[in-house]
């Protein structure tokens, strides 16, 4: 949790001022479309401001990580998390595309990928990176530290859940999609957030790179293992304190598309959304792949009813 040290109440005015992160002496530049290329040491990431962005005003900030292979411009593309008319909390979103490390890949072969997976680099520190990024983008832009959230494609995604277990503490809600749950991705013993999670996440019933039954590689290839993904959304209601066998509403709001919904925590207000989506393939849902856009409709939407206390 940051600490309010971070903030100043003027308690003449009434007015709730945003002090360390309206930086207006940044050095950050953004070009004509509102992009910025940041480095930290020998890692990057794009930033996106909205039209709307006002150095005065705390804005909410999505953190959005790629798939295996694919790089920080590709997932802008498919998420679509930098178009106009997103807002949380009434403000437009700072949306920001890290780029993973290279790792080993398939076969050897060379290709950027976050820490967890069989393919994955080895001896690179993904969640010092994520860390030193939030501590850049509070220091050189106006970011509400209370509203910011991790969301993540297949190795992304995996990555997500990661963040889900460990840095919870740091982002509201998280929304991992076709999530590559390998061995090191899911610690299903080993995940202590210290409070309950929002999380919100999307699958294909047909996806052939992390099917939704799970997979059971050979002992030679245990690491390639995946667990079904149902189970997966079971283990974080029952962390959620709430009964997997017993959720709040189960609708189907788009054709092909079954939506379960667990609201769990003390005051039943924290969510566990799972969609599941009838013979959907490897994708982030957008209208050109299924029936409904994942990010405009149920994202977003998510995202804005959680925040860090």
Same mark, same amino acid.
């Given at each position: 949790?940051?600490?309010?040290? +971070? ?5 003449? !005015? ?8 309206? $930086? ?5 530049? /953004? ?12 890692? !990057? %990431? ?11 005003? &705390?804005?909410? @900030? @999505?953190?959005? %990580? ?44 060379? @290709? ?5 997976? &069989? ?9 010092? /990176? ?9 220091? !050189? ?5 209370? +509203? ?25 809600? %998280? ?19 210290? +409070? ?5 996440? %999307? ?7 992390? &099917? ?25 209601? @029952? ?10 509403? =189960? ?24 969609? =599941? ?22 994202? =977003? &939407?998510?995202? $804005? ?5």
């Amino acid at each position: 949790m940051l600490s309010k040290s +971070r903030f100043i109440l003027l308690a003449s !005015s009434g007015v709730f001022a945003c002090a360390v992160e309206c $930086n207006s002496t940044s050095s950050w530049t /953004f070009d004509s479309s509102n992009h910025s290329n940041q480095t930290i040491g020998d890692r !990057s %990431f794009l930033v996106h401001i909205p039209a709307q962005y006002n150095a005065d005003t &705390p804005h909410p @900030v @999505v953190l959005s %990580f790629h798939g295996y292979g694919m790089d920080d411009r590709t997932q802008e593309h498919i998420t679509g998390f930098s178009k106009d008319g997103l807002f949380i909390d009434g403000k437009g979103i700072i949306a920001v595309y890290p780029l993973a490390a290279y790792g080993p890949g398939w076969n050897q072969k060379p @290709v950027r990928a976050w820490i967890g997976a &069989p393919y994955s680099p080895q001896g690179v520190d993904d969640f010092g /990176f994520v860390d030193s990024l939030l501590d850049a983008l509070q220091n !050189s832009l106006c970011v509400d530290p209370k +509203r910011i959230y991790a969301s993540g494609m297949s190795n992304g995604g995996g990555f997500v859940n990661l963040l889900a277990c460990t840095a919870a503490s740091r982002f509201a809600a %998280f929304a991992p999609v076709s999530p590559a749950l390998y061995n090191g991705t899911h610690p299903f013993s080993d995940c202590a957030p210290g +409070r309950v999670v929002p999380l919100i996440t %999307f699958h294909g019933t047909a996806d052939r790179t992390i &099917p939704y039954t799970g997979r059971k590689a050979s002992a030679k290839a245990s690491a390639d293992d995946t667990p079904p993904i149902a189970e997966w959304c079971d283990s974080w209601v @029952v962390r959620n304190g709430c009964d997997a066998s017993a959720p709040s509403n =189960v609708t189907a709001p788009y054709a092909g598309v079954n939506e379960t919904t667990w609201q769990c925590g003390a005051s039943n207000d924290t969510a566990v959304k799972a969609f =599941v989506i009838e013979n959907g393939t490897h994708h982030w849902p957008t209208t050109a792949e299924t029936s409904f856009d994942a990010t405009s409709e149920q994202i =977003v &939407p998510f995202f $804005n009813q959680y925040m860090l206390d």
